[in-house]
Structures are given as C-alpha cells and as structure tokens.
C-alpha cells in the first residue's frame, strides 16, 4: 500500500471533524489496511482517544522547548534582553536587581542570548506539552498531541508530534485543530489529501469558505464532507458546484448518531448502514487522488 497523509479539517468546530477522523480511522483498518495511524493534532482538546474504549497508553513523553535563564550573578540589568525581546517576556528592574523570564510568554526565539553582552543568559528546557500513544486493538494506533493547558505553542506541539509520526509506513489520518489558524496550516502542509467537514448551515458554509481559501492556497487535493445534510438549507451546494469542489459524501442527521456520539463510540460499529457512507468517502477520494 501507497504511503499516504490525509487531514481531516473544518472551518470551525463542531461540524464532526474528530467523528470523521475515528470513523475513517476504523473504516480503513477494517478494510484490512493495518498499517493506519491516526494522529490528534487538535492539541488544545485532544479527544480522538475517548473513541477507542480498548485504547492502552504505551508512551507518554513530554515536548519542551528551550527558554532562557538569566544568572542574576552575571546580569548587570542593562535591559538590552528586554529591548530584543518581541514577546514583552523578559522583565528586569535595575534599582531592586530584579531580572526574570516568563517562561509562558517565552517564543524561545534565542534574541535575548544575542543580545546579552554579559553572558548573563542560558538556556532550559520547558515543557510546552505532552505527546501520548496509544495501541488500538486493530491498526497501527493513535498518537496524540496535548498542550499544557494555558499556554499558547499549538504549533510547535502539533509540528513535534507530527515530525515523530512523518516516517510511519502506511496511512496517517491527522485530525487538524478546527479553524483556519496556523496551527491548522501546519497540519495540512505537508498532507496529500485534505477532508474538510462542514454543515449546511450560514456559519458552516461561511467557515468552509475560509477553510477552502487556506486549502487553495496550499494547493491541496480536497473535497467535503456534509454532515447533519438536509437539515439546513441549500447554499452550500450551490457553493460547491459553483466552485467546482467536489462532494465525497453527505451524511444525513439522524438522532441516533447523535445520541451514539456523545456516549463516544464508534458509530461505524453501532449505527446500522453508517459505514457505507464512509466506504463511499474513501473511494472518492481515492478516485481523486488517482
Ligand atoms: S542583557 Fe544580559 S546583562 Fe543585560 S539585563 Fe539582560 S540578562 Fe542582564
Ligand atoms: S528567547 Fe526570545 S521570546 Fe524568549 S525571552 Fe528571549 S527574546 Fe524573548
């Protein structure tokens, strides 16, 4: 089987992007595709996991940056870090001797070390995240990405744990954080394939507009996939047709999909005919990928 990287994306929240990612996960592996991983990088609320009942940890390690130290012995409170410093992170005050880094606000960009004549600064790891592992009881298994909760490096969480996971053999399925952010773009880079999900609703099509901008402009194969169809109105098929995007599948609203996702399981195993759609998603996207 050809290696292939696919990311599941939408405009905003809440349009079934993590049922997308779990759902094709188990369909593909189902398909006797063994060698499928499935990557979480929506770090900020990381919840693929909370699918896969069986689910068993089998790595948990933490993802640090380097943030500067500053020896108060060497400092002479000159203040030139601080003017360096883009991200208002480092404050000293000459009279009281007073010289500190907050490490939270640190974008460890390594101007305050150039800029210290005194050789006042060093360098310590902090830790910015987690990335967690684990085996499902078929495939090759999920690897999450979990940002320390009050902190702002989604990026550089989600380009870590996706540099780790970058050589697997197979398929790997990252589910993106919702949004058009930079955090977003980093997911889909490098992806062969993009799966947007949307709903037929104005704020749905009005994200999946930002979200198909992005997508465009990285030059990526994509299509969508219309969750909670019929229920809103028909805007966002006049959209696709008129934009010439193509449609991989639209999967109707029904109550017990609803109910059977917010008990967190996998619905191709328990809501009857619901695989089917997710076989037609993947032949259409492999049709598009030919
Ligand atoms: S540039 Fe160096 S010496 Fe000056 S305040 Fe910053 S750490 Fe201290
Ligand atoms: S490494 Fe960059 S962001 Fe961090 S404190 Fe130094 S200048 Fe500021």
Known sequence: MKNLKIAIASGKGGTGKTTIAVNLYHTLVKQNKQNILLVDCDVEEPNDAL????????????????????????????????????????????????????????????????????????????????????????????????????????????????????????????????GTSCSVVSTIADVDFVILGTEPTPFGLHDLKLAVEVVRNLEKSFGIVINKAHLGDDKIYKYLEEKEIPLLVEIPFQREIAEKYAESQILSNVVDGYEDYYLQMIDNMFKLLN
């Open 51 to 178: 699918f896969f009942s069986d689910a068993e940890v089998i790595g948990e390690t933490s993802i640090t940056h380097l943030v500067p130290e500053i020896n108060i012995e060497k400092c002479t409170f000159c203040r030139k870090c601080v003017e360096y410093c883009e991200y208002n992170a480092i404050t000293v005050i000459p009279p009281v001797k007073y010289a500190e880094v907050a490490t939270d606000l640190c974008h460890s960009c390594g101007a305050c070390l150039y800029a210290c004549d005194f050789d006042a600064i060093t360098e310590k790891p902090f830790e910015i995240g987690k990335m967690i592992r684990y085996q499902t009881q078929n495939g090759a298994g999920l690897t999450e990405g979990r940002l320390n909760v009050g902190l702002a490096f989604q990026t550089p969480v989600i380009r870590h744990v996706k540099k780790v996971t970058k050589n697997h053999d197979g398929i790997i399925i990252y589910d993106a954080p919702p």
